[in-house]
C-alpha cells in the first residue's frame, strides 16, 4: 500500500450536492490527520485536523477509522468556492513531517 | 504576527545552473521543512531543519541542502538544476517540529529550461 493513496477524481459536482473523499494511509502508528486545501498556483492551507475518530466544522465533516487505515472527508451543500484540490496528509514515521496524497480535485458547477 | 514568506515569487533557470531559494519563517516558529511539488502531484519532502540543525530528509539528491540561520529563516539550494526540478517549492514553518501544525507559505515556482 502506498504512504497515503486518494482518488485523485475530478469530482464534478452541482452547488448544493453533498461530496465525500476518501484517503487510505499506510503507517498505522499515525495517530493525527490533515486535510489540507490547495488552490490553483496556490499554498495548502490547513482545513481541519482529525485526531480522534473524526470532527465536524461547519459542513465538513472528516471520519477516521483505525482499523481500516481510512480518513474521509464529507463537504455538505458545497458551494462554488468549495473548488480546489483537496490533500490528504499523514504524518510519517521517522523524521518525515507530513506526507501529502496526490489530492483530490473537486469543481462545484453552478 | 507575520505569515511564511517565500523569495522570490518566481524564477527561471537553465539545466546545470545552481539556485538559492529562501524562507523567512512565521514569527515564533523555531523549524522550517521544505517540499517540491510537481504539477498534478502531492508535495514531496525534501528536508526539515529544527534550529538550524537537519532534522530529517526525504529522498531527494545530495544536490538540493539547505541550511537554517539563528533568525530561523532557511534557504534551499539545488545544485546542477534538471529539467525534471522544474516544481513549485514550499516551505513551511511550525513550532518544535510541528507540535501545532504547519504554516505553509506561497511557495517559488522554479522552471528550468
Known amino acids: 500500500r502506498k504512504e497515503v493513496e486518494q482518488d485523485p477524481g475530478p469530482f464534478n459536482v452541482p452547488e448544493g450536492a453533498t461530496v465525500a473523499f476518501n484517503c487510505t494511509y499506510s503507517?498505522?502508528?499515525?495517530?493525527?490527520f490533515f486535510w489540507y486545501r490547495q488552490d490553483c498556483r496556490k499554498e495548502p492551507k490547513l482545513l481541519m485536523s482529525?485526531?480522534?475518530s473524526g470532527n465536524e466544522d461547519g459542513r465538513f465533516t472528516a471520519q477516521l477509522n483505525r482499523a481500516s487505515q481510512y480518513i474521509s472527508l464529507l463537504i455538505r451543500d458545497s458551494k462554488l468556492s468549495d473548488s480546489a484540490t483537496y490533500l490528504c496528509?499523514?504524518?510519517?514515521?521517522?523524521?518525515?513531517?507530513?506526507?501529502f496524497g496526490k489530492g483530490t480535485r473537486l469543481s462545484v458547477i453552478a | 504576527e507575520t505569515g511564511v514568506t517565500q523569495s522570490p515569487t518566481h524564477l527561471i533557470k537553465t539545466r546545470g545552473q545552481q539556485v538559492t531559494l529562501r524562507c523567512s519563517s512565521q514569527?515564533?516558529?523555531?523549524?522550517v521543512s521544505w517540499y517540491q511539488q510537481a504539477l498534478g502531484q502531492g508535495p514531496q519532502f525534501i528536508f526539515q531543519?529544527?534550529?538550524?540543525?537537519?532534522?530529517g530528509r526525504g529522498n531527494f539528491p545530495p544536490r538540493f541542502s539547505g541550511l537554517q540561520f539563528p533568525n530561523y529563516s532557511s534557504e534551499l539550494n539545488v545544485n546542477a538544476l534538471e529539467l525534471d526540478d522544474s516544481a513549485l517549492y514550499l516551505c513551511?514553518?511550525?513550532?518544535?517540529?510541528?507540535?501545532?501544525?504547519?504554516?505553509f507559505g506561497s511557495g517559488t515556482r522554479l522552471t528550468v529550461v
Open positions: 513551511a514553518s511550525s513550532l518544535n517540529r510541528g507540535i501545532n501544525g504547519y504554516t
Open positions: 503507517n498505522s502508528a499515525s495517530q493525527s
Open positions: 482529525v485526531y480522534s
Open positions: 496528509v499523514v504524518p510519517a514515521s521517522g523524521n518525515t513531517p507530513l506526507v
Open positions: 514569527s515564533g516558529h523555531n523549524t
Open positions: 531543519y529544527y534550529r538550524e540543525e537537519e532534522n
